[in-house]
T-cell receptor, first 114, second 119 residues
Framework: AAGVIQSPRHLIKEKRETATLKCYPI?????VYWYQQGPGQDPQFLIS???????DKGSIPDRFSAQQFSDYHSELNMSSLELGDSALYFC?????????????FGPGTRLTVL | AQSVTQPDIHITVSEGASLELRCNYS??????LFWYVQSPGQGLQLLLK??????LVQGIKGFEAEFKRSQSSFNLRKPSVHWSDAAEYFC?????????????????FGAGTQVVVTP
């Protein structure tokens, strides 16, 4: 069965650089969630999209932006990177935005900021 | 404030022994409850979920969880652990919105419990 695809799997950046993380949801899933998991931390909700519109927003810094495209893939853009942005970034997709729909997580993108 | 708590940061269990992981939540009503497992270097995999109905929920990999409203708990159990169960386990909740629109599904995770399985 198709799963959520995230690219790249690993990314190393310098401080103040920019990074773009991509997420390709399971086919026919129209909802995407982004989570950030710092070292030894639990995943924290960043932002979500439903039908290409932002549906909810969590603790996402203003330096970050995200969007969902017409093919439902999503990109998380991160600018002016800081050391504290080093984390595992998960994308999850679900068939709809309903709370009862299971969220299927991708393998994550590990971002290291030097 | 809404919250989810996993009191045990780390649990060591012998292979073949039973396992119970605790999860408590703070909310005025019953939230939607989930247990996820994360193996090293892997994404999160859903083990089971509870929305309503039977308070004993069966999941994958031989796991089950019991919702207890009186204790605001949703503890995860497995009768006999295997070495492959060594992983980090996250309890998660989703709190329904009070608006008339759909309830958005963002998850709030507990801090996680690291399970180590010894021979």
């Amino acid at each position: 069965a198709a799963g959520v695809i995230q690219s790249p799997r690993h990314l190393i950046k310098e401080k103040r650089e920019t990074a773009t993380l991509k997420c390709y949801p399971i086919p026919r899933h129209d909802t995407v969630y982004w989570y950030q998991q710092g070292p030894g931390q639990d995943p924290q909700f960043l932002i979500s999209f439903y039908e290409k519109m932002q549906s909810d927003k969590g603790s996402i810094p203003d330096r970050f932006s995200a969007q969902q495209f017409s093919d439902y893939h999503s990109e998380l853009n991160m600018s002016s990177l800081e050391l504290g942005d080093s984390a595992l970034y998960f994308c999850a997709s679900s068939p709809t935005s309903a709370i009862t729909d299971t969220q299927y997580f991708g393998p994550g993108t590990r971002l290291t900021v030097l | 404030a809404q919250s989810v708590t996993q009191p045990d940061i780390h649990i060591t269990v012998s292979e073949g022994a039973s396992l119970e992981l605790r999860c408590n939540y703070s909310y005025g009503a019953t939230p939607y409850l989930f247990w996820y497992v994360q193996s090293p270097g892997q994404g999160l995999q859903l083990l089971l979920k509870y929305f309503s109905g039977d308070t004993l929920v069966q999941g994958i990999k031989g796991f089950e969880a019991e919702f207890k409203r009186s204790q605001s708990s949703f503890n995860l159990r497995k009768p006999s652990v295997h070495w492959s169960d060594a992983a980090e386990y996250f309890c998660a909740v989703a709190f329904p919105r009070t608006s008339t629109t759909d309830s958005w599904g963002k998850l709030q995770f507990g801090a996680g419990t690291q399970v180590v399985v010894t021979p």
